[in-house]
Every structure is written in structure tokens, then in C-alpha cells.
């Protein structure tokens, strides 16, 4: 779990985590560029399953919320160059960043929640877009008319 910036002047904090196992991802553009610890708290209690184990950066939000809901909590201190727990939210966060350069070259406020659903969808499902056929067959389903 972490936070990125996104959206230039005038941009978003983003809240994300990734599940190690399934590789799935979740995303939360706060209102604010700014991350508090309710927000963390908020993030934590609507997308964390109880029991889980949570690798974060070692950002002061962060601290007691293995106290505040049933979760192992580690960090790792980027100051102290620790960067193992974290690598793979960090690297998420390259991979978005390459995603919205290539395909929009740019991101305002506006655009990024549908940005980023628009990259979890293909992070996490990445079955329906290897070919315009396997989107087309995984979304469309036929209705019936009555």
C-alpha cells in the first residue's frame, strides 16, 4: 500500500495497494494532493481484508493501523534506502505513470479516476485485452429480447 501524486497543478493524492498473490489492485483518489490519516484509515477499513499483512513506506500515517483493525503492519524506511516490501507497489506506480504517457500523454483531475479504473482494469484482467477479439468475446454478452 501506498500513495502517488498524480494530475500536475492542481492534482490528486492517489491511495493504492496491490494483493501480492492475485497481483489485483485498488485505487482512491482522495480530494485533497495532500494524504491524511483519515484517509489512510478510510482506505484501509473499505479495501484491506482483516488478517492481511500490509507493506507500506514508512510515512507517519502509517504507524498504529495494525492497532486500529486486525492486520499486520511493516514498513520500510526509504530515508534508511529500504526499499524491499515496498518495491512492487513502487514499481505499479512506473508502470501507471508509462501507461497514461503513452496512451494520454497527460492527466488532469478530471480524467484520472477513469484513467485508473481504465489501468486496473487491464492490470487485473489482463486476459481481456491481449487482442480486440478477447475483449470483445470477455465483455459483450448477448441479451434476449422479450
Not at 490519516?37 to 514508512?58: A, H, M, P, Q
Request: aromatic share 16%.
Amino acid at each position: 500500500m501506498d500513495e502517488v501524486y498524480l494530475g500536475g497543478w492542481g492534482g490528486r493524492a492517489v491511495l493504492a495497494a496491490k494483493e501480492i498473490k492475485t497481483k489485483k489492485i485498488v485505487f482512491e483518489v482522495l480530494e485533497s494532493y495532500e494524504v491524511y490519516r483519515v484517509d489512510i484509515l478510510n482506505f484501509v477499513e473499505k479495501y484491506i481484508s482483516s488478517g492481511s499483512t500490509v507493506y507500506t513506506d514508512s510515512y507517519p500515517s502509517y504507524r498504529g493501523i495494525d492497532g486500529l483493525f486486525n492486520i499486520t503492519h511493516r514498513c520500510d524506511s526509504h530515508k534508511k534506502f529500504e526499499f524491499h516490501l515496498t518495491s512492487e507497489i513502487e514499481g505499479l506506480f512506473g508502470v501507471l505513470r508509462t501507461f497514461i504517457r503513452r496512451m494520454y500523454h497527460h492527466v488532469s483531475y478530471k480524467k484520472l479516476p477513469e484513467y485508473l479504473r481504465e489501468f486496473q482494469a487491464r492490470f487485473s484482467h489482463k486476459k481481456y485485452f491481449k487482442s480486440v477479439d478477447d475483449y470483445l468475446l470477455n465483455t459483450l454478452r448477448l441479451l434476449t429480447t422479450g
